[in-house]
C-alpha cells in the first residue's frame, strides 16, 4: 500500500510562507475567509487551513484560490 511521505521541515515552512501569502492578498483585497471560500466553492475552515500551512493544497485547488483572489497563480508561488 502506497503511503506518502512526510512533508520535510523546508517543505512545512515553504507552506507556511504560501498561506501566509494568501492571507496577505486575502485581507489586502478585504475579503473574508467566507468570501473567498464562497468565490470558489470552498468552506471557510479550508481556507483557514490553507492560510496556516496546515496542508499541501493541490495544484488544482491554488488555481482555484487564484481565480477566487483575481491573481495569476505564478504571482502566489513567487518567492516561494
Given at each position: 500500500?502506497?503511503m ?10 515553504r ?45 488544482i ?10 491573481i495569476?497563480?505564478s504571482?502566489?508561488?513567487e518567492?516561494?
Amino acid at each position: 500500500m502506497w503511503m506518502p511521505h512526510p512533508l520535510s521541515k523546508k517543505d512545512k515552512e515553504r507552506l507556511k510562507k504560501l498561506g501566509a501569502k494568501v492571507k496577505s492578498i486575502r485581507e489586502g483585497k478585504e475579503m473574508s475567509l467566507a468570501d473567498l471560500g464562497n468565490a470558489v466553492d470552498k468552506d471557510r475552515q479550508s481556507i483557514h487551513s490553507l492560510e496556516k500551512g496546515n496542508f499541501n493544497p493541490s495544484y488544482i485547488y491554488l488555481t482555484q484560490i487564484c481565480k477566487g483572489l483575481e491573481i495569476e497563480l505564478s504571482e502566489l508561488v513567487e518567492g516561494l
